[in-house]
């Protein structure tokens, strides 16, 4: 049972979801998260089906190094910026013991050149390329990294900001502006349609102010989504990087026409901070709702006094094999440590779209029960239906779940012009907020001052928010809405 | 074209052939090795197969914190000497820019208690299994996590030893000793079976002599295949941990009777070294030999003037379309950049298995060549017959790598009673060496002062290596037989 409710406390409910899930948990070393063996299963199968689209779409995985010399960091100079709020900066290579069998860092083994472990690699990826790229020919480069990644947060909260994540960083290397610029905003539909189709997640797509654009990049495209208490998170990002990379590593390509270009540059990214976005988009006051498509477990099957009537465990491991042999990722919970009830409450905690339980009435009857996870309804279904009747189960389940997000995104998206309306709305509902601002960094922190709101994106909405208008704050110019929100 | 042989230089040979065939080149950050798309594909495909088998024997992936504080590390006390040869030591969590824009660190950013990069993860594991293990019910735990790990290697060789590298390290927790042990020689039981089945490379089972045994253990079983300069490559080991974490960490558990005991423990693990294996048991002068079941591209098709013809790269297509819906990883090369010659000439260095060549000839006669990368073979087919034959010839070319390596193995594989026999074998052919041994490490380090070789194993043979006789050395009592060699 999850005590914390949504409306009382958000932010516990959502740590306590998480806990009892059995998602993840801290490692008692500040900010440091151990991913479950539940937590990781969701991950790996939201892993298993990016990748497939990104090598679709041309990709390639490969592995570069964890460590980066501070000398490769400091090559492009605004990029540096990422690094001076908190990293890990190895300095020794060897430990000893003291005479209390205690570990002492050996003082001796200071290193000549301190190493920072990857926040990002960019910068050792260029400094690589430079290696590779000599002619178009080498161009694209079209990479992609699954790892872990460093950035010393102060304040931590399990898979929204840690001090360890696991992502995938892409880097890509073009001969024109213009295909850099296709291939960012490729990826951000690939990373928006992902939302949408696995995690049943609609997005904004947009652009970053200037001034919260990626250090080192030229445009940094976002995508934000609205989560059930009213804030904004930006669950991914895609940069177009410039020439900036390429200037700071030197990485010309010979072009066509026999000249030297400086290359152009890509990088973008989705973390382990999706299992945030699923859990706070989707779950409610009796635990997580995991879409269908990325449930670790489609359906649970629970037999109910298997003791008494052999017939139930034989029947339930009959419907377990009809939906595994379907492709549907069935488990059959038959463990005696726990009562049925017990196990209900799991499920449930655990956001398990579809349960079936099994017992003397759906022996008798012929039929069993079907509940699903995200409206609490059940239906009886005889048994030779289950095989058509589980797999569209599955599908409405993971629609409604979209739909209902869609809903509540479109419900808390306003156009505001005034001010006041403003500030109560942020205060009291939260949500996307589309209003006029002036384009500059003071008002944009004006507002944050007085309202915790930050501009989340300017928004990619074909054209049709080019519209000209007064900021809503300084009164001035503008000439199109930009999304505000509170966030995380 | 690899400039150096095998019998020449068999060092610069190995390099030669991992930079040539873009599986993996060093940073220029000491030690740390980018693995290339080519090379990460061939990872790829381990770490998927090889988690399928783990799966489906019951574990399941979790993922534990990249870095582990000093007081952690330092509980169990014998597991301590891991460390003091080399790790990566966290001492800072900010840097700065100076005036010139460079990066120093933030000295006064320095941590209460310094963070080590994992080596191994045992210490923060059973830290945590502290925390999910109260009763029998608890147990087994059977856990494995995929990721990367820091060693500081004074001497690096790609894949074989980087000072960071991938790895899968299982931790697993028992009510008791009989079921820890048996599924510590399960998992050795796995790797051998995945390094003869995908790797087509023959292994030798054993245990460490205890000197050499994990530090934190109480049985180190390993597996150990013969490379074909002679010398033994150590490929995996599966670490039987007693009661040393458990007590470290004070993990008990109530048994059936009511009674608290410490639990008992297994770790193992396979890393990026299997690549190195794969590279040196079945390489030729020409470059890679990869078996086909592992190889991430199994068929390269190359058209031959296809300019002159349309019909070639028709018949290419629907090759490539036929092989791949057989499931077979199949690539079609058909860039204008380079002649026919040179893609030859590269996916020979690159070791795809089979070659199909498709040109005039082959559009007049409605056969197609197909040549064998590891006899260099070459057969005309009907191209009717191309999606029979091809995976019927991959399966071939499979069993025959394996029998070149366990024949060339089984060669330098010799019983020797006589020390002076013994110096010569090691010095000039390599091999393995079965020689009794008087079980002292001071017998152990005078023949590697004299030869070069260690005790590479006690093999575990089923009991016929239960023997008695004189050790080869000391001529004192023996009464088994162990593997000498020299090694990687």
Request: charge should be positive; proline fraction near 3%.
């Amino acid at each position: 049972m999850i005590n914390y409710k949504r409306k009382d406390n958000y932010s516990k409910w959502y740590n306590e979801v998480v806990i009892k899930s059995k998602l993840a948990e801290f490692s008692g070393i500040k900010g440091l998260m151990i991913i479950r063996p539940y937590g990781y299963s969701l991950w790996e199968i939201i892993k298993y089906n990016l990748d497939q689209i990104l090598k679709k779409t041309g990709h390639n995985n490969a592995y570069f190094p964890l460590l980066i010399s501070k000398s490769i960091l400091s090559k492009e100079k605004e990029h540096i910026d990422i690094f001076s709020d908190g990293c890990a900066v190895v300095t020794h290579n060897r430990i000893k013991k003291n005479k209390n069998e205690q570990i002492t860092i050996d003082t001796k083994s200071k290193l000549k050149e301190e190493l920072i472990i990857r926040p990002t690699s960019e910068s050792i990826i260029w400094k690589t390329y430079k290696r590779w790229i000599q002619s178009y020919r080498d161009l694209p480069i079209l990479l992609n990294q699954w790892g872990n990644a460093v950035r010393w947060e102060m304040r931590t909260r399990l898979f929204l900001r840690t001090t360890e994540f696991l992502w995938q960083e892409g880097h890509t290397a073009h001969a024109s502006k213009k295909e850099a610029i296709l291939e960012a905003k490729k990826i951000l539909n690939i990373y928006t349609d992902f939302a949408k189709n696995f995690m049943a997640i609609p997005v904004i797509k947009g652009i970053k102010p200037h001034m919260d654009k990626f250090h080192g990049s030229d445009i940094t495209y976002c995508i934000e989504a609205l989560m059930q208490d009213g804030k904004a998170l930006q669950i991914g990002t895609s940069h177009f990087l410039g020439q900036n990379f390429s200037k700071a590593f030197n990485v010309k390509f010979v072009n066509k026409n026999g000249k030297k270009e400086y290359v152009w540059a890509t990088s973008w990214g989705v973390s382990t901070r999706l299992i945030g976005a699923i859990i706070m988009s989707h779950s409610d006051d009796k635990g997580l709702i995991i879409p269908p498509k990325i449930s670790p477990i489609q359906v649970i099957i629970i037999p109910i006094n298997k003791q008494k009537n052999i017939l139930i465990s034989k029947l339930s491991k009959k419907i377990l094999q009809i939906l595994t042999e379907k492709g549907i990722r069935t488990k059959y919970d038959d463990t005696d440590i726990h009562t049925p009830g017990w196990k209900f409450n799991e499920y449930e905690i655990k956001g398990v779209p579809i349960r079936i339980s099994i017992g003397d009435n759906e022996i008798k009857h012929e039929k069993i029960e079907i509940f699903r996870r995200d409206t609490y309804e059940k239906v009886l279904i005889s048994i030779d239906n289950v095989n058509n009747f589980v797999p569209k189960l599955l599908n409405d389940i993971q629609e409604n779940i979209y739909k209902k997000a869609l809903n509540r995104t479109k419900n808390l998206t306003l156009k505001l012009d005034n001010y006041n309306e403003f500030k109560n709305k942020i205060k009291n509902s939260g949500g996307f907020i589309l209003s006029h601002w002036d384009g500059t960094e003071k008002t944009g922190k004006q507002i944050q001052e007085e309202t915790e709101a930050t501009i989340r994106c300017i928004p990619l909405l074909s054209g049709k928010n080019k519209q000209n208008g007064k900021c809503i704050y300084s009164g001035k110019k503008s000439n199109c809405r930009v999304i505000f929100s509170k966030s995380y």
